[in-house]
Each structure stands twice: as structure tokens, then as C-alpha cells.
């Protein structure tokens, strides 16, 4: 389990202080797949060079199972840095050297037997689906494949925490699909947590968990997928979920443009299996008019919205807005 108090960092350029990260402060279980949006300059990067303590947090603590890696000295760091993995936006590959010999390079740094380190690569290739292109380059390797190889690389040590910087970024959307559902694998069969960032929404709704949203070195909004995409608060989560469907004309929708009132509704999978608008429409004396609406399909459930125009007497709207609060929906007037 990782634990972040009051995590801030700054660095000095020309005389200027610039604060990445403000009083940071969250957890992440153990086997958890955990996401941190933002837009490019939030402080992502810096959050997780400082989990693995590639940046030195100008204060805060990090917690992993219970020991605060930010007071370990040197030796203790190093032994602690082989629980964790990370992968990046550009693989980070060996260009020298071949498919093999880049996953064998964590296990020949340990002085392993080589019998054991031939056992483990061609264990690690086999599971991420790379055996016939052991003996092949960097260069001769699609993105994905790459990314493959720095997965394997990365698991060579049997880590508790992976951590993705971008890892998906550089990659086009079937390939990130791949390798999401491959960290997903990772993640099942061998219990390992999950931190990554990116500034895709697409992969938080994919794969995560929980996710932060960081801005400005701040988090700003941090909830489960699931209520996150029902319940965004923020303008900038609101604008990440809207990203994902450009079509939508949600927040394009201006009450002073209809002469009913105007509400959207927001649900998770089960409540939208339930006719609620056809009950309401029946219960109330009203009409409906739907404005706007899509879905969302989230790892374990979907999550979707329905921008409505309701017309009647006050007391009728009034009472079906009642109704539909007394539902599993979120119900929001806009
Ligand atoms: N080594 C550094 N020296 C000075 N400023 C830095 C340094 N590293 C990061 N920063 C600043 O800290 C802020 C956060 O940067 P960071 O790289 O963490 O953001 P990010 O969310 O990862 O952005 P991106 O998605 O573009 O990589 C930015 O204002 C950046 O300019």
C-alpha cells in the first residue's frame, strides 16, 4: 500500500521557485490500478519521479507498506527502487542490444546465475507475447512491441509497483488497447499495483480503478472511475469525460435556448437497465424531449448521461424531479 501526506515539490530556475506539486495527499492499495490525469506542465511526471524518488520531495511523505521511503539513505533506496518497475512514453529501450538481452539487463546487474536469467527472460517473453523476436533489435519492433519488451524488462525483478509515465501516449488506439489489457493481466495474475499517468482519458476509463485529477500541482478531484464519470464536480473532469465523445453537445445546451426545464440525468450500468423516464413520463403529468445522451463503457460497469427537457405545471416538474432523485441516478438542473 502506498501512502503520499502532504507531498509538495518545487524547483528553482533563474531565482524562480516553481511549486510541481502542492500538499499532495493520497492513497493507493495494494493490486490497485491507479490513475493520475492532467494536462501537460500539472505535475504528473514529478508525482510519480517522486514515488521512486527519481525527484526528491522538497517535503511530504511517501509511504510503501509502512516505511517512508523519503528518509531511506542510499542503500536502503536501492534495495526498496527493486519493488518498483516503470515504464515510459518512449520505451527507454537498449537500441544495442537485442529483445533478450534488454530484459536480461535488470537480472545480469543482480549477478544471477545464467541459467536462471534464461529461465526468466524466456519466461517474461512468453508472457507478453514475445518469444519469436528474442534475437531482433529495438529498431525492428513495432511501438507496441517495444512497450512489450520495457513491460517485460520491468517485471524481470518480480516488482510490487509498476509505474507508467505516459506509457501508452506514443501508441495508436488499438495498440493501447493491447497493452492496457496486458497491464490489466499484470495487474490480476501477479498482484502487482498500478500507478500511471497519462492525459488520456480513454485509459482511465479503460483500466483504472480510482483516479486523481491533478492541476497546477494539485489534486483537484479523486473518486472512483466509476463515480467520477457519473459525478464529475470539476470543470476540468467534466472536460476530460467530454473529450472521450466530441460529439456530445453537453455544455453546448443553453436553458435560456428551451422553454422547459432542462436536467441531466447520470447513472452507472444497473440504474440504466431501469425505464425510470418511461415511469416518469407515466407517473406525471409531463412531456420529455432528450437533448443529448451517450454511455461510457467503464472496466467492470457503464456510466452514462441524459441531458432532458421537461415541459408541464411547476408541481408536476417539481414532484418528477423528486422521483427521479428517489432513483439510483444523479440528477442535476441545469
Ligand atoms: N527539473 C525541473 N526544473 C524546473 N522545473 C521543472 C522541472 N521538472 C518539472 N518542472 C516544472 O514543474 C511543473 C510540472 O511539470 P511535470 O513535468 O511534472 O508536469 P506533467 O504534468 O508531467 O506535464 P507533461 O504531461 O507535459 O509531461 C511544470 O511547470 C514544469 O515546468
Redesign the pocket.
Known sequence: MIRIEKLSKS???SGEK?W??RDISLQINEGEIFGII??????????I?CINRL?EPTSGKIYIDGIDITSLDKKALRKSRKDMAMIFQHFNLLNQKTVYKNVAFPLELERLPKKVIDDRVNTLLEYVGLSDKRDAYPSQLSGGQKQRVAIARALANNPKILLSD?GTSALDPKTTKSILELLNRIRKELNVTIIL?T?QMEVIKDICDRVAI?ED?RIIEMNTVEELFKNPKTKTAKSFISSLNPNDDNGLIKPENYDGTLIRLSYLGKSAKKPIVSQMVKKFNIHVNILSGNINQLMSTSAGYLILELSGSDEEIVNAIAFLKSKDVGVEVI
Do not use: V
Open positions: 524547483f528553482e530556475t516553481i510541481a506539486l492532467g494536462l501537460s506542465g500539472a505535475g504528473k511526471s514529478t508525482l519521479r525527484e505516459e499517468i492525459h491533478i500541482g
